[in-house]
């Protein structure tokens, strides 16, 4: 990377003899080339202080920043504003990272990785709002993971698509209606360039369909120490329809669907091996990239001469495979055309039959009804397979007992490691700040490691509630800027966008709420009884507000007509000023939401949420949850650290879980969460809450922190794996 193309830095004081424009523009450049700098707030801040409209105005794009400054107004602006050394500590500090990795975690424990890592495919990276390559809750995940497998020193190397138009921007229009829109991305202002082989060339991998060759060139992106490479069809030699295969997320038809994962697993193993990668553990993450072991299954019988049989025997022993949603829409099936039109030149190099490819792909191999379901044939070709959460691991087991059908339901071979978040990322800098004053020096350094956060009942309750009210301040001048906005794009009247610029109140209770609108995770569960809802917002001792967030689907139009109906809300007197709606849900909008939430709702129809990661991000900066028993919340709720709503069960029919939920809802905000909230002492403090808080923050951080569960994964799947230790995932 471009970084070692830099002399290197001896002593940096008095720095501004030492360094040339030309060298200061360099190391500028060495940290916008590298995602590390997204996850440390010194270096974030320092680039945004270089032009903070501008930066805004970016997407807090690093490289697009840097580009509209030559090195001498680089040189000028960082004198004005005396960031050498700031620029100089940075670079230092990000070199001495990427140079050390002796004394991590990974170097200690998974050592026998190291010359042949981890292979983690995911069809999508959510790493920082300035690389649109993710739409939501999977894409963050598979980013945290690969961030802390950098922080651990886990050898890992990651592959996925590069979309060069990503998911779409989301716009409501006057009536509240869903507007999509697909941007192209500056691939020039991306932290990637083109991954190349041992000779110094450019990549191209070229996969074989029954209708004649795909292509797809090989991006690079540091993330840390962590490489992710990207696969991208918009090259010469691809059909113009090919060319924009990789265009977008999710979009199109089956065809297309299966057409990209063909190119991210089987072009995925290619691009590995042209890498001279050779892994010791494939890691399937969701079943986007279930073909790619057929093809490792390829490479072992050319290279290895090995039969098919055994060939799939080892290489299901180096997979893992992470299952991720109880919805059955949310798995992939293809008819027999499309798998033998896309996967026929591959089985011919197998020797296998169609029905025998077929078969592998579903659940009773001789049912010519059954279509190839993506999450069946990851599960045959997986040894170790694993849920998200403790309950999701029950229910995947139910789900797919038929596949084992001579085993007891507890006997199912797919465990759990529940999912957690990279800590680093979604720390608040004042959170963050207030804890190094009160924890342990390198404190960060245990994060994953239960009792690390014991500090936080040393921390002043006050000075805790203070730094989480003036998290809330900031998100509260966010949503007032961004509503403003909203309105006068729409044509709004002058007044209405004065008032947009007034919404919500500092000192109301204030509940967040942003998920994908999939109509299981009932937005409106809330407005069921509008009255009742409406006694809670306005009442006047103890008022409510709410801020809403989130995008549907483009195909799904139940979902769309939820964002209207929750977000047309804004016009009822009763609610206006005190409910917001903000567009373009994404890692930003995020940021500002969990890091300044006093509660974070979360009412899914159990058991269909997986997991769920937003509110274990809202967990770090204070807020308390207030969620159904549900994916990660049914095993982290304790009774003293956040709320829940109903008591964990569910009936037959949805219209009275539905109803059941929504009062168990209204009951615990009126008895347990608002009293709470606004029981103060002579200080103004609400104690009990605020205790909560330090609950929340004890039991939980640890916990649902990435570092707990890329440890986790090293431990029971990759390390078992690659050691060739035979056992069932041992992680109920
Ligand atoms: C964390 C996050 C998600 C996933 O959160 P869920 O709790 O699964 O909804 C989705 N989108 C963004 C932008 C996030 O930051």
Redesign the pocket.
């Known amino acids: 990377m471009c970084a070692s193309t830099i002399a290197p830095d001896k002593v940096s004081e008095p720095a501004l003899i030492e360094l040339s424009p030309g060298s200061l523009y360099d190391k500028c450049s060495a940290l916008a080339k590298n995602l590390w700098w997204s996850w440390h707030p010194d270096v974030v801040n320092l680039f945004r202080d270089l032009d903070p409209v501008r930066w805004r105005q970016l997407d807090h794009n690093p490289i697009a920043l840097l580009r509209e400054f030559t090195p001498e107004r680089l040189a000028e602006r960082a004198t004005e504003l005396v960031l050498f050394t700031r620029i100089n500590q940075a670079y230092r500090r990000m070199k001495e990272y990427l140079n050390s990795n002796e004394d991590t975690w990974g170097n200690t424990h998974a050592g026998v990785l190291g010359a042949h890592p981890v292979a983690y495919f995911s069809a999508e990276f959510?790493l920082h709002e300035s690389v649109p390559i993710y739409s939501?809750?999977l894409g963050?995940?598979s980013g945290d993971h690969i961030k802390s497998a950098s922080g651990l020193g886990l050898p890992l190397v990651a592959i996925g698509l590069f979309y060069d138009q990503g998911y779409f921007k989301q716009q409501l229009d006057e009536d509240g209606y869903q507007q999509e829109e697909y941007l192209d991305t500056q691939v020039h202002n991306l932290p990637m360039e083109p991954a190349v082989d041992a000779d110094g060339q450019p990549i191209t991998v070229s996969i074989n369909t029954r209708d004649g060759q795909l292509k797809a060139k090989v991006w690079l992106m540091h993330v840390g120490r962590v490489k992710l490479y990207l696969l991208d069809c918009d090259v010469e030699g691809n059909s113009p329809h090919d060319r924009q295969l990789t265009s977008r997320l999710y979009g199109g038809d089956h065809r297309t669907r299966v057409r990209q994962e063909l190119v991210l697993g089987v072009g995925g193993v290619k691009a590995l091996r042209a890498l001279g990668i050779t892994p010791g553990v494939y890691h399937l993450n969701e079943g986007h990239s279930a073909f790619a072991p057929l093809e490792v299954i390829r490479e072992r019988m050319h290279d290895d001469g090995m039969s098919f049989d055994d060939a799939l025997r080892e290489v299901a022993q180096r997979t893992v495979f992470t299952t991720h949603t109880p919805v059955p829409a949310g798995h992939d099936r293809f008819d027999g055309g499309l798998i033998e039109e896309h996967l026929g030149p591959l089985r011919d190099e197998l020797g296998i039959s169609y029905e025998h490819l077929m078969g592998l792909g579903r659940v009773e191999p001789q049912n010519e009804s059954e279509s190839f379901c993506m999450t069946v044939v990851a599960l045959k070709l997986s040894r170790r397979a694993n849920a998200v959460s403790a309950l999701h691991g029950q229910v995947s087991r139910r789900m797919w007992a038929h596949l084992w059908p001579w085993r007891v339901e507890e006997e199912i071979p797919i465990g759990h490691i529940t999912n957690g978040?990279h800590i680093p990322t979604w720390l608040a800098y004042q959170m963050n700040t207030l804890y190094d004053r009160y924890f342990e020096a390198g404190w960060m350094r245990h994060m994953g490691d239960p009792g690390a956060w014991q500090a936080i009942f040393s921390v002043p309750p006050g000075e805790l509630w203070e730094t989480h009210n003036a998290l809330k301040s900031l998100l509260l001048e966010f949503v007032r800027r961004r509503v403003a906005r909203q309105c006068r794009r729409r044509g709004e009247s002058e007044e209405t966008v004065e008032a947009a610029r007034r919404v919500l109140n500092p000192n109301v209770l204030t509940i967040g709420f942003?998920?994908?609108f999939a109509t299981y995770k009932r937005a409106d569960l809330f407005s069921r009884d509008v009255d009742r809802l409406c006694d809670l917002i306005n009442n006047p001792q103890r008022p409510v507000q709410f801020i809403f967030a989130g995008k549907a689907h483009p195909a799904d139009e139940p979902g769309k007509q939820l964002i209207k109906k929750i977000s047309n809300m804004r016009h009822d007197d009763r609610f206006a000023g005190r409910l917001v709606f903000l567009e373009d849900?994404?890692?930003n909008?995020?940021?500002h939401m969990?890091q300044g939430v006093d509660v974070w709702l979360?009412n899914p129809r159990r058991p269909l949420?997986a997991?769920?990661?937003?509110?274990q991000?809202v967990v770090l900066n204070g807020g308390l949850n207030l969620s159904i028993l549900d994916g990660w919340w049914a095993e982290a709720y304790n009774g003293r650290n956040g709320f829940a709503i109903g008591n964990g069960t569910q009936h037959v029919s949805d219209d009275v879980t539905d109803a059941r939920d929504a009062e168990n809802l209204y009951d615990v905000l009126e008895n347990e969460v608002i009293p709470l909230f606004y029981d103060r002492d002579a200080d103004g403090l609400p104690q009990e809450w605020i205790e909560r808080m330090m609950n929340s923050i004890n039991s939980l951080a640890w916990r649902f922190s990435a570092h707990r569960m890329v440890t986790d994964y090293a431990r029971h799947a990759y390390l078992p794996s690659a050691g060739g230790i035979s056992c069932d995932m041992s992680i109920r």
């Open positions: 959510g939501g809750g963050l995940l978040v942003a998920r994908r849900y994404e890692i909008v995020a940021r969990i979360n949420e997991s769920g990661t937003s509110g991000k």
